[in-house]
């Protein structure tokens, strides 16, 4: 008798709040630990991207901001903070839409997301300062580094995927998606393989890493959950290893820019 398939995902519990210089492999390496939970080969490490932020300092002090001219116009017409608006603005290649309370940007490394991924939630004060949070400045190269450092220590593959929460445009709510990965392919392509009545796939690419990364945000939640580590067990991907900047569609496929 065979056992059906399936995916597994185990919440990490008990991990600390993150700080600038923190070896975030360390860190998740005791989390497991202390859960008696040890990765086996080909299991994937997805990461909340604001512990990553926060490890590589990626903080940004808004009293220290002095917003231009072309902050504070778009800072009226969007009712935010003029100082917020030129942080988001230094982070980005374009402002793609706005309106009041939204400022939606393509950000440096070519994600379409409101704020540019800058965030105020979950960070906490310090030292009466006005702290943001900026994406780390390549998440890709960050999931590899810390798939390394966990692959070495367990002495078996690992992946790992940063996640973090996107708002979509044709529909309501926010999900999942995965600014890095490394380790796993990001993107499947189906294209040529036949379906159940033999027609070949023509246009299939599934974007695995970020139904991954979505599953996990199940567990890892929005508010006050502190689960910033999700481990996925039981998947099994034969294609080669492909980086989260790949799910990113090109200019010229883009029929909405």
């Given amino acids: 008798m065979t056992s059906a398939p399936r995916i597994e995902l185990i919440g990490v ?18 989390g497991l630990d202390r859960v008696a939970l040890r990765p086996r080969a080909d299991d994937i ?7 990553i932020s926060k490890a590589e300092n990626r903080f940004v002090d808004l009293a220290a901001i002095d917003p231009s001219d072309r902050a504070r116009k778009i800072a009226a017409a969007v009712d935010k903070d003029p100082r917020l608006v030129e942080v988001i ?5 374009r402002v793609v839409r706005q309106a009041r309370n939204l400022l939606i940007t393509e950000h440096r490394r070519g994600y379409v997301m409101a704020n540019a991924g800058i ?24 999931a590899e580094a810390l798939r ?23 529909r309501r709510g926010t999900v999942g998606v995965a600014l890095g990965a490394a380790g796993i392919p990001s993107l499947l392509d189906l294209r040529g393989r036949a379906d159940l009545f033999g027609r070949a ?13 979505a599953a996990a945000s199940l567990l890892m939640g929005q508010a006050a959950e ?21 799910l990113i569609r090109p200019a010229p496929e883009d029929l909405f820019r």
């Fill in 13 to 30: 519990e008990g991990l600390p709040l993150v700080a600038p210089g923190d070896d975030v492999a360390d860190l998740i390496v005791a």
């Fill in 45 to 51: 490490v997805v990461v909340a991207q604001k512990i």
């Fill in 89 to 93: 603005l230094a982070e980005s290649k």
């Fill in 119 to 142: 965030d105020q939630s979950n960070i906490g004060p310090a030292d009466g300062s006005e702290r943001v949070l900026l994406l780390p400045h390549d998440p890709d190269q960050s």
């Fill in 148 to 170: 390394r450092r966990l692959s070495g220590h367990y002495d078996c593959p690992l992946g790992v995927i940063i996640n973090d929460s996107f708002g979509r445009a044709w």
């Fill in 201 to 213: 796939l023509r246009v299939s690419i599934v974007g695995l890493a970020d139904e991954l990364a």
């Fill in 226 to 246: 502190a689960m910033p580590v999700v481990l996925v067990r039981g998947g099994a991907w034969t294609q080669q290893p492909l980086p989260a900047g790949a």
